[in-house]
């Protein structure tokens, strides 16, 4: 199947955007241009002959000056679309045409894939907010299961960010003990409330530069669960993103 038809194939789901991938990546050399160091095997890159060592100078006639133009110069292209490339290799210029592929991502980590792609250094701290369960009448049961279901979504995102930036230098996940203590200390509840105290705690204390909420309601036989991405320093809401996982 061709990447156009699996895109045909594969609804968007909802809190989730579509990556255009020309199936490489590259890191800044010294002199500052964009040298290609991975290939993914069977992806477009692959197939169009790119090699490893290849320096990267346009993409469909954007340049790549940086790793953030990577992302960009393919952003509003179609998957399978074949767009050229102008490499340099071994001294000698060359274009090559490569048919563009797709990831789908959640919204809160294409927002985090980004900013490290801006060469920014990210540290982010996960916290549960709201569990709520229409169902369940008993406080106590309610309250059980509510812990449950927050440790899961905290284990699930952080899992998430690792698996995919695990090779990013500039990114870490900040220690959830440490910020479970932040949280007790201010003494913050359930209602997703984030205050500016508890951003500079965060920020001075742990060293995070973003926040990332997860909240998750039952109702009847649906579930929702909302995220929100949070810068720290200034409060700004980077994403606001919602899924509806099957019960």
């Given at each position: 199947?061709?990447?156009?038809?699996?895109?045909?194939?594969?609804?968007?789901?909802?809190?989730?955007?579509?990556?255009?991938?020309?199936?490489?990546?590259?890191?800044?050399?010294?002199?500052?241009?964009?040298?290609?160091?991975?290939?993914?095997?069977?992806?477009?890159?692959?197939?169009?002959?790119?090699q490893i060592g290849d320096i990267v100078v346009a993409i469909g006639g954007y340049p790549i000056k940086n790793r953030i133009d990577l992302l960009d110069a393919v952003r509003s292209k179609s998957v399978g679309e074949h767009v050229p490339i102008t490499l340099v290799r071994n001294g000698a210029p060359m274009d090559l045409n490569?048919?563009?592929?797709?990831?789908?991502?959640?919204?809160?980590?294409?927002?985090?894939?980004?900013?490290?792609?801006?060469?920014?250094?990210?540290?982010?701290?996960?916290?549960?907010?709201?569990?709520?369960?229409?169902?369940?009448?008993?406080?106590?049961?309610?309250?059980?299961w509510a812990k449950g279901i927050k440790s899961?979504?905290?284990?699930?995102?952080?899992?998430?960010?690792?698996?995919?930036?695990?090779?990013?230098?500039?990114f870490s996940i900040v220690d959830r003990q440490a910020v479970e203590q932040v949280l007790k200390e201010l003494n913050f509840g359930q209602s997703g409330m984030v205050t500016e105290e508890f951003r500079a705690k965060l920020g001075k204390?742990?060293?995070?530069?973003?926040?990332?909420?997860?909240?998750?309601?039952?109702?009847?036989?649906?579930?929702?669960?909302?995220?929100?991405?949070?810068?720290?320093e200034t409060g700004k809401v980077l994403v606001s993103s919602t899924q509806r996982p099957k019960p």
């Open positions: 199947m061709s990447p156009a038809e699996l895109a045909r194939a594969t609804p968007l789901r909802e809190g989730f955007i579509r990556r255009r991938q020309v199936g490489f990546n590259t890191r800044q050399r010294p002199d500052g241009k964009m040298e290609v160091f991975v290939i993914t095997k069977g992806k477009g890159a692959d197939k169009a002959g790119v490569v048919e563009l592929g797709f990831t789908d991502m959640e919204e809160p980590l294409y927002a985090i894939y980004r900013l490290l792609y801006e060469e920014k250094k990210v540290g982010l701290a996960v916290i549960g907010g709201e569990i709520v369960n229409v169902k369940l009448t008993d406080r106590v049961v309610l309250e059980q899961n979504l905290i284990s699930k995102w952080e899992s998430r960010f690792l698996k995919f930036l695990v090779k990013e230098k500039a204390t742990l060293g995070a530069t973003h926040l990332l909420t997860v909240e998750f309601a039952r109702f009847g036989d649906s579930d929702v669960e909302k995220q929100r991405l949070i810068e720290i």
